[in-house]
């Protein structure tokens, strides 16, 4: 099939960003047995669409978007049915043994008149499923971590406010819908489901990375907390269910299914990435490419993250909370030990301080590796660049004094670590940041660069400048005031001391002009003769 | 003392991008009269002396620990000898404000506590007042002065806290009317501190400084005659941020002394 079928109130000119992601992808893979009919509610990415049109002998997908349902259609020609419109206008369909809507219910309905509630559309899809038939469903959190901590911006319905007026601001429909876990497994409780699983996803909640299930939280605390930076506290207060940024359930119609993977875990970008699951304090790897994954001098050796999952504190969480007291000692003690550690252990590239633990000074991820030696003062700018760059980007507090920017943060981290730096370094350690990052993620190396020399933007950046200046100006002008008052004094003194002399003047030509002066001169000229002409 | 922490010319030190606190308050560090720019970054003594600014309304600061911890840290031993006596400060007035309080009184007050000889080390404005000095000569102490402040960066004694140094090692007490940096200063260089007699209270001082008896609630432990040294010692080691000193690369960068402003 090539075009889509069109159900009703189909948005011509709408496309919505998928909900995707490697962990999804799995958890599908574990899901769904080969050969089960699917029905596919809302917009998933290809690298979750292409994982169902391999295993499903029927597939069934409904989006909203006209562009998004005619790119589907032209993928799959075979075995899939594309349809369009507002999940509403689909009547009776199925059963399925399995109905997919990671992406929540939220943008299932469309721009028409009627807008079915959070329950109405839960009805539709549980009422689709056979029996015995699996759940797929997600929740975005409205109290999300993402929306919590610094740094990580995020998209989607009712996201930040930076997203006002655009497209992804799209009003969410009215109406109750679930606010918590222990609500959404009720909610499907209510409709004859058993939940077999329900997961937070961490960081993002459409693209996340890491799935726990939210009985076991504790145990894969390391996981959370590497993916999402910041949410330690939010882990050990035992609230890492309750703000997940998502919520992903498993359920059946029925009967409650086999035992599902406890968390499983998308490490790295792109190319990089590994799937692990993790169980009983280990890891079990998924998907992998065959033998060390390489591009250009960066390669990574996926075996290296098979064994125990690494626990602790990293060297940056223990420097934020440091940088946030304005500890000085204890920042000066963790740099000096961390150079010190980094000068005697031959130092690789990506022992930067997210990557050692903050005690044992071990590498948290070892897979990694870099075709060139580097050496440790080298490995040190780098570290501290990558680390003073997220300290800003994130806006969080520090000891330094306004007007301090990132490079003489940096500087000054170095010689706190007694490891001063010249320019010259620390431009070294940038650029290696730089083209890691770029090598890494999805960035290129020019956007790094601008990034690493302004973390904080350029906005920022000269609003403290301009207090800065400010405050300049007005030190100076306070001066010029002292000044200009001093002139005027003496102006002043001047103005007296010249009125005197007139005064004084004056008064010598009155007595020159007096009689009795004039009669003394005469009387005493013939002295002045005598002693002859004057000058 | 800064300069020379860091390896460079102690004579003629750089310039520093910012302001050092000078003196121990019980407040933000910075004196009335000192007009302490909001941008500037201000590097203060101690963490105690950042939470009382940062309450005060005062930004940017940057615990760096008083010069006079890095002199005690360069000079462990300098001018060390067998101890004896007292040296007293008479809390002083300076080049704006006046004072009001009879130095007889205060006078006779030594002369009842201290055990031993006295030495009275008096304000520059005061040591050059014939008849203040001569008040403090008459009742038989021996009375110095540490050197001239300056202004405007010229006359200023550069051998100052030299001086001072020198004379706090050679006394077992340090002794003040009120409680003052010397009282902190002579605590670190090992003296029994003493804090008594009329404070002589400036007049017409800012009301942002709270009302005078607010240093003595602030560290009543160390108002007496004989307070207890080891914790005289335990505050003045945190009013002077000892274990707070950076090293001398980290001055650097901070001062910006690599690549100097102008």
Redesign the interface.
Known sequence: MTEPGLIGAEMLEWSDEPVGGDVLAELIRHVIAPGARVLLAGPHATHLTDVLADRCTELTCVVRGLPDATELAARYPEHVTVLCGSFDKLGDVGPFDAVVALDGLDRLTSAGGYVPAWGELADRLAAALAPGGVLLLGLANRLGLHRLLPGLAAQGPGQPRSDVGTDAAWPLPDGVRPATPGQMLAALTERGLAAGACYGGYPHPYRPSVLVDITAIGRHATAIVRATGGARPVVEAGLGAQLAPAWIVVAQRGVRGPGWPEALVADGLGRWCVVYEERGGGRRLLRTGTGPLRHGPLSRDPAALAGPVPGGFTLAEVMVAACED?D??LI?ELMASYAGWLDACGASPFATMDNVLAVEHALVDTSWSWDRPVAAELVLARAIRRFVTRLLAEGRRH??????GAD?IC??L???A?R?ADPATLEAGLRLEAEITALTGSVPIDENLVHLRRPDGDLKQARDRA??????R??LM?RLDKTEANLRKRSADLATTRDQLNATKSTLRAVRRSTSFKLGRALTRPFRRARGPRR | MLARHCGLDDIRPPRIW?TVQHGWNHVHGFGFQH?V??????FVWS?AV?RRGWAAGM?????IGAPWAYLLAMEPELLAQPREGTIWYPFHGFEGAMLDGAHERLIAEIKATEPGPVTVCLYWMEYREPSIRAKYEAAGFRVICHGYRGRKWKGTEPEFLYRQLAELRRHKRVAANRLTTAIFYGVLAGCEPAVYGDPMWLVGINPGYGDNGRVARLHPELVGVAPDPAVARAIAAEELGV??L??P??????F?WETPHD
Do not use: C, S
């Open positions: 304005a000085l000692p000066r000891p330094w004094p306004r007007g301090y003489a500087g000054a170095h010689a706190m007694a001063p207090a800065v200046l400010e405050e300049q007005r030190w306070k | 910012g007009a720019i909001d941008g500037f970054p201000k963490q950042l930004r940017d600061y940057y615990v274990d707070r950076a090293g690369a980290e001055l650097r960068a901070l910006n």
